[in-house]
């Protein structure tokens, strides 16, 4: 699940998330179904690349699997609109020359065996995040 990035305004997020579940009561396919509406639970844990948020909500029995659907599309849209973007990984091979002083990559011309082996480091981390991404809960924001 994707997570605002870091120069997101928490305080920010948290208002459109509480207004937002104050509009969800409202709402005609699912407002009937809440027990609790959906409220912002702030930031829980700073990633490598992200703010990781959390927000809940209670429904009635049987009904959270087509509330979270609406929840997270609107969450999505709501971003949108304000103009917050979900972070991304990002993934910086630093290749150390061949004395091992470090200067300026662009001005380097890599040899084939230098490129598969920033290609590998790269690779292993973005498999490592893509794992991560996984386990991550599922009312993850």
């Not at 009561?25 to 930031?43: E, H, M, N, R, Y």
Request: hydrophobic share 40%.
């Amino acid at each position: 699940m994707n997570s605002p990035a870091f120069d997101t305004d928490a305080e920010k997020v948290r208002k459109l998330i509480n207004s937002y579940g104050k509009e969800l009561l409202k709402d005609a396919q699912v407002g009937a179904t809440f027990l609790q509406p959906l409220k912002s639970q702030g930031v829980i844990q700073m990633d490598e690349s992200a703010m990781i948020m959390r927000v809940k909500f209670m429904t009635k029995p049987g009904d959270q699997w087509v509330t979270r659907r609406k929840v997270l599309n609107g969450i999505r849209d709501l971003f949108e609109k304000n103009g917050i973007r979900f972070a991304h990984h990002e993934v910086t091979v630093r290749v150390a020359g061949p004395n091992g002083s470090q200067s300026d990559p662009a001005s380097q011309e890599m040899t084939p065996a230098e490129q598969n082996a920033a290609g590998a480091a790269a690779q292993k981390i973005a498999t490592r995040a893509r794992m991560d991404d996984k386990k991550a809960m599922p009312d993850d924001l």
